[in-house]
Nanobody, 124 residues
């Protein structure tokens, strides 16, 4: 069983920066995909950034150029650096992982392992 443990996040004023991380414990294939999702109050969970099995990255338009997703060399820890934060980035952020045997994951059902969530609050 894979367990994802998140850390980081917090509160910041608009324009500031925060980082969040997610450590994976347990067996997961070396080639796997990981992602960050977020859920704002009253809204559905949405995908923010993705790393595919080949290491390529994809971002939602809303965060492109401001957020950077990355992994450590072992690909067991996922990071996201968030710059130029905006109040609309306020949400509970979740990391997700999956072997992605059948292709890159982009939606919630594509990921079988989830972190516990980390709060990010951006004040104006």
């Amino acid at each position: 069983e894979v367990r994802l443990v998140q850390s980081g996040g917090g509160s910041v004023q608009a324009g500031g920066s925060l980082s969040i991380s997610c450590a994976a414990y347990g067996y997961i294939p070396i080639k796997h995909c990981m992602a960050w999702f977020r859920q704002a109050p009253g809204k559905e969970r949405e995908g923010v950034a993705f790393i595919d099995t080949d290491g390529s990255t994809t971002y939602a338009d809303s965060v492109k150029g401001r957020f950077t997703i990355s992994q450590d060399n072992n690909r067991n820890t996922l990071f996201m650096q968030m710059n130029e934060l905006r109040p609309e980035d306020t949400a509970l952020y979740y990391c997700a992982a999956d072997p992605c045997f059948y292709g890159p994951g982009r939606e919630e059902p594509d990921f079988r392992y989830w972190g516990q969530g980390t709060q990010v609050i951006v004040s104006s």
